[in-house]
């Protein structure tokens, strides 16, 4: 029971992902890979401009797509979903025609489209967007009033698309390299976005444009627009590149409770700068955004809705206690900072590189400010969570995610990683050089495999099978044979090794666990012993 209510919590029983084979459409395919018409062309910058109308519900406006040509294709592929409509696609003032699949535009160019040309495509449209019916987990925007009763409006699109409420390319291995976001709205509301606001435009009508920049390359998803009757305050912090601006906007009947809520938010700085290493956006500044929902990783813009508690919600996913000495939401979303919008998956099918470094960042976290033990209890601890319902790795080219084990377990075979490589020194300056190495790009499990394999110089092929590709967890038999210890693997992969450190009257053991029978006569099998807790591994004795 407790189990299920912690993952109803965590939302991730909400994925849409279960489908089976032979269900997926189309339109999941047009969504979820690399067509020929997104390929021949690579994004550079969005500058999106928009109108939000609180009382009719719509959202109208224009994105004025610049882009590279890669090849020289004339049919390109955009995105807008139901029941928003694409008034226009204009190229070089010229309107252009289109055939229409559902939620993809197929546009035809008119110009010639030469390798190496910088063109653009303007697509103005408009409608009623859809209404998340629970945000952040289902997409949609939320139109919220505070207890003013000002509106209080959010987007939240991971997975089911910023094509939701923007016509874009949208899938995620391709970002712009940079992008403005104009979003206008009745007095006395602000918008706030991802990057710093360049200027404000008062307009006759009583409504204002808030014309924010974003100064590095952005995922889609990750594009925020939060409308409310903001408070502001903010602080300076001193990184490791220097001053870095944190701005907090907040309703205003929260802004006492924020000033002394929102002090994790320099303790996460510090403490995952010197994880992860510098904050990856220092040109676009830091936020957080009070939303009327749980929260969300938008760059640069990180969404808040955690109610000014500790915990998740006020509750601890670990069960030991560390989990209340922090926000979950400021120190999740703000870990997604380098995990996410730094580092970010090409297809969703490999999101565990966003959540399972992320929600191993808590875990870092509490190491930090409280010591390893701390940390280790924390992820230790929330196993408790952990379902091993299937492969932690979805579906590729079709937008669909793996298991929601992906969280707490993904953060428990980081964890163990790094206590199989056993230098934390080692271990820190891994995850830095990773932050620098695929410092703002889309990459793939591949890629992440073969960067850990590389550094931490360990044959972690079948162990990375294991654990993202099976839903089975390595378990260690042991029994006693002629008086001697005999061990293996089982519920593992072909090839997979892994050693265990035991612990058997003070004495630490190493064992090098293979599939196959090994005996030992370091350890007496008849005198307690105990496995290093902190490998997520189970055990069996059969003796
Ligand atoms: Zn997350």
């Avoid at 049919?75 to 139901?82: C, F, P």
């Avoid at 995922?219 to 220097?242: H, L, M, P, T, W």
């Avoid at 936020?287 to 955690?306: D, R, W």
């Amino acid at each position: 029971m407790r189990k299920l209510m912690y993952l109803a919590l965590l939302g991730i029983l909400l994925s849409q992902g279960n489908l089976s084979a032979q269900e997926f459409t189309r339109q999941d395919t047009l969504r979820g890979s690399v067509t020929p018409e997104r390929a021949w062309w690579d994004l550079v910058y969005y500058d999106l401009d928009i109108q939000v109308d609180p009382d009719a519900r719509t959202i109208a406006g224009k994105n004025t797509i610049y882009y590279t040509v890669l090849s020289p294709k004339q049919v390109m592929q955009i995105d807008l979903q139901e029941p928003m409509e694409i008034e226009a696609f204009v190229q070089d003032g010229k309107k252009l025609t289109y055939i229409r699949e559902g939620n993809v535009y197929f546009v035809q160019l008119e110009k010639n489209q030469r390798i190496g040309d910088l063109n653009a495509l303007e697509v103005s449209y408009g409608g009623v967007p859809v209404v998340s019916t629970n945000p952040p987990w289902s997409g949609g925007i939320t139109w919220s009033t505070d207890s003013n009763g000002k509106p209080f409006i959010a987007n939240s699109n991971q997975g089911d698309g910023a094509s939701l409420w923007w016509p874009c390319k949208d899938h995620m291995y391709d970002e712009p390299d940079s992008m403005q976001i104009s979003v206008r709205v009745p007095q006395p509301l602000m918008n706030i976005s991802n990057g710093r606001l360049r200027k404000v435009v008062e307009h006759p009508d009583n409504t204002r444009t808030f014309q924010w920049y974003v100064d590095n390359p952005i995922n889609n998803y990750g594009v925020n627009i939060s409308i409310a009757d903001y408070a502001q305050f903010g602080e300076i912090y001193q990184g490791e590149k220097g001053p870095l601006t944190l701005d907090y906007f907040v309703l205003r009947e929260n802004l006492e409770k924020a000033k002394e809520h929102f002090k994790d938010a320099p303790k996460m700085m510090r403490a995952f700068e010197y994880w992860f290493g510098p904050y990856p956006f220092y040109e676009d500044g830091f936020k957080l955004i009070e939303v009327p929902y749980l929260g969300m990783e938008h760059q640069s813009a990180v969404t808040y809705g955690n109610k000014y508690q500790k915990g998740y919600l006020g509750k601890d996913f670990s069960g030991t206690g560390w989990g209340m000495t922090f926000d979950y939401i400021i120190i999740h979303e703000a870990g997604h900072e380098w995990f996410a919008n730094n580092i970010t998956y090409k297809d969703i099918a490999d999101m565990w590189i966003h959540e399972s470094f992320t929600t191993y960042s808590e875990g870092l976290f509490v190491d930090y400010h409280y010591g390893k033990q701390a940390g280790n209890e924390y992820l230790i601890g929330a196993r408790q969570v952990i379902q091993n319902d299937k492969p932690i790795i979805g579906i590729y080219d079709l937008n669909q995610r793996g298991s929601g084990d992906m969280y707490f377990k993904g953060a428990n075979i980081l964890h163990t990683l790094r206590h199989w490589i056993n230098d934390d020194e080692k271990w820190r300056q891994m995850l830095r050089l990773m932050n620098r190495e695929f410092y703002h790009s889309t990459t793939t499990t591949q890629e992440v495999e073969n960067f850990l394999i590389r550094e931490s110089g360990l044959p972690l092929g079948p162990f990375f099978d294991q654990y993202l590709r099976t839903a089975d967890i390595p378990t260690l038999e042991w029994k006693t044979e002629n008086g001697k210890l005999a061990y293996r693997w089982t519920e593992t992969v072909e090839g997979f090794y892994m050693p265990i450190r035991l612990v058997q009257e003070e004495t630490i053991h190493t064992l090098h666990v293979l599939n196959e029978w090994q005996v030992t006569d370091r350890v007496d099998p008849q005198v307690p012993f105990e496995l290093d807790p902190n490998m997520y591994i189970f055990e069996k004795n059969t003796r």
